[in-house]
C-alpha cells in the first residue's frame, strides 16, 4: 500500500452508491451499483467488475500564486458532511498529448481558467486528480469530487464551467458516475 | 510488455558493461558490472543485483518552438555507432517538488536553458528520459544517454553545463553509471 497510488473498484459493494452511470463521449464504462476508493500498489488487481488505477502527483500547470491560495482553502476527501461524489475518468486526444507545453498551459490557464474555475468552489467542493496516463491505464485522468448535498447546486456549476473550456474539447473518453454514502 | 515502461537491470550480464560507477550525492547503488534496458510493465520484478523502473511521459517543460526543433534533428536511442553510453538516475528535493509550476519553469528555462543546452549536442548524443517519481521508485528520473566514442568529449561539455546549472542544486542523490557496448 501506498500513499500516492490509488484503486477505484466498481462492483456491486463498496463505501459509495451509484445513483447514476453516464457515459459522454467514447466507450462505455460496464454498470456496476459500487465504487470503492482504495489504497493501493502499481500491481494490477482485478478487483470487481473493474478497477482503474491512479497516482498523486505534483500540481503540472498551476502557478505560484494560484498554489498558495489553493494549499490555503481547499479541504481533503472523506469530510463527514461530504456525503455526495462524483467519479469522472476521462482521456485526452493524441492532439492534446501532441502539444508543447506553452501550448497546453495557455488552453488551461488562459483560455480555460481551469484553476480559478475548480478555486471558486472550495472549500465545499473537494476535488482530487489521479493520474492514469504514464501507467498504461485506458483513462488519462481520474477526477474525482466529494461534496455536501447542500452544495450540489455549486458542484453541478462547477462540473457545466469545466465542460465548456476548450482544454474539454480535447477529452475522447469520459463517463461520469454520480455516488452517494 | 510496453513501449513505454522500462526497467535498467543491473547485474553481472547485460548489454552493456560498466566502465565507472560513482555516487555524487546522496545513497550509493549497489555495485554492478553490467546493465540492461528492457521492455517491461509496471509489475515489480527482482531481477539483477536491482532494477531501476523508468515510464516515458510527455515533455513537461518544453515549449513549441523548441519542441519542433528537438523532434526535427533528435535521433532514437539503438544506434550502431553509439557504443558509449551513461545511465545518471537522479532524485529532486523536497524542496523542488514543492515549487508551483510557473517557479519550475523559470529555473528550467529561463535560468537553466535546460532545452537549449540538450539541444546543442544534438544529434550526437541521443537522450531518454524515463520519470520515476510518480510510480514510487527511489530515483525521480532515469536520465539516459547514448553516443559514438568521436562525441565523447561534447558528452562531457553537456553533462557538466546541465550540472552547474541551478536545476541541478535541488538534485540530492545522483549516481552516475559510465557504459561501453
Known amino acids: 500500500m ?33 465504487l470503492q476508493k482504495v489504497a493501493s500498489t502499481l500491481e494490477q488487481s482485478e478487483n470487481g467488475i473493474w478497477t482503474l488505477k491512479g497516482v498523486i502527483s505534483n500540481l503540472r ?11 490555503a482553502i481547499q479541504e481533503d476527501l472523506g469530510r463527514a458532511s461530504a456525503t455526495f461524489a462524483a467519479f469522472i475518468p476521462i482521456r ?24 480559478h474555475t475548480g478555486m471558486k468552489y472550495l472549500p465545499a467542493i473537494a476535488r482530487k486528480l489521479f493520474h492514469s496516463r504514464d501507467i498504461g491505464q ?21 462540473l457545466y464551467a469545466l465542460r465548456t473550456t476548450e482544454e474539454w474539447t480535447y477529452i ?10
Do not use: C
Request: aromatic share 12%; hydrophobic share 35%; net charge negative.
Open 138 to 158: 485506458p483513462f488519462d485522468f481520474l477526477t474525482y469530487f466529494e461534496y455536501a448535498p447542500t452544495d450540489a447546486n455549486a458542484f453541478e456549476e462547477l
Open 172 to 181: 475522447d473518453r469520459e463517463v461520469e458516475i454520480r455516488l452517494i454514502k
Open 2 to 34: 501506498t500513499t500516492t497510488i490509488f484503486d477505484f473498484v466498481g462492483s456491486n459493494q463498496g463505501e459509495w452508491k451509484v445513483t447514476s452511470m453516464t457515459t459522454l463521449k467514447g466507450e462505455v464504462l460496464a454498470p456496476i451499483t459500487h
Open 61 to 71: 500547470y498551476t502557478e505560484k500564486e494560484d498554489k498558495e491560495k489553493l494549499v
Open 92 to 115: 485526452k486526444s493524441e492532439a492534446w498529448w501532441n502539444l508543447a507545453q506553452d501550448e497546453r498551459r495557455k488552453i488551461m490557464e488562459n483560455k480555460s481558467q481551469h484553476t
